[in-house]
């Protein structure tokens, strides 16, 4: 449905019409059928340190402000803290087929009123980048905000030079929105951040094609995908 800005008693250009619209809930602490489960450092610390010490060069941390973590005790007491933090929701991403948690992934900076929530605090071991597996995790967080919860836009950021960020944006789906300069400084260094979202109108294409990709006859014997998502979601696939 296209939406065209409608014109109020004045005259003046106004967005189209909410009815009945409702503040949505905070995102409910409990697992997604798939890969999710919510994050409890007595569980899952080990196996993340585990997945997250593949990293040599130490990669997975370079955009952000905390880690690498040298050893298991400093992650643990990481994850205590970070954990205890009300206004992000941390989840881990256990691969069923690997049978660990190999990543982590946070719901952050909802606005139930407006219906805006972000997707953040991505950590994708080694174990977990470019695999089906992260996909299916991205879906599933995108099917809660969406069809369980309501909400009507969802956010990606991201420091401007992560590079395998932006690209996964894109291939998941979020648009390009803009570039924020100078938001943040990280390791004492500026951070222009990139803005990227997926809107509810969005989200039944791209649901659609998230559930052709991930049906198991779009994957050969070795695993090789038959289709990419990128093409899916262009109805080139």
């Known amino acids: ?106 719901y952050q900076n909802w606005g139930p009123a407006m219906g805006t929530i972000e997707i953040g605090g991505l950590v994708f071991s080694p174990r977990l980048q470019r695999r089906p597996a992260a996909t299916e995790a991205m879906y599933l967080m995108m099917r809660r905000v969406f069809d369980e919860l309501g909400y009507r836009r969802y956010e990606w950021r991201c420091d401007s030079l992560n590079l395998p960020s932006r690209a996964a944006a894109a291939r998941f789906g979020f648009q390009y929105e803009g570039l924020f300069r100078q938001a943040m400084i990280t390791r004492r260094r500026n951070r222009d951040t990139t803005w990227f979202s997926v809107i509810d109108r969005d989200w039944p294409a791209l649901r659609a094609a998230f559930e052709r990709w991930l049906d198991p006859g779009n994957f050969a014997a070795d695993g090789r995908q038959r289709r990419r998502l990128a093409d899916l979601r262009s109805g080139a696939g």
């Open 1 to 106: 449905m296209e939406h065209k800005p409608r014109r109020d008693e004045c005259g003046q250009p106004v967005g189209w019409s909410v009815e009945g619209w409702s503040p949505r809930p905070r995102p409910p602490i409990t697992a997604m059928a798939g890969r999710f489960e919510p994050l409890d450092p007595d569980r899952h610390a080990a196996e993340l340190f585990d997945a997250n010490s593949e990293d040599w060069e130490g990669r997975l941390w370079t955009y952000y402000n905390f880690g690498p973590f040298p050893t298991l005790s400093e992650y643990r007491a990481w994850l205590d803290v970070a954990r205890a933090n009300p206004d992000r929701l941390y989840h881990a991403i256990r691969d069923n087929a690997q049978g660990q948690a190999v990543g982590v992934a946070v």
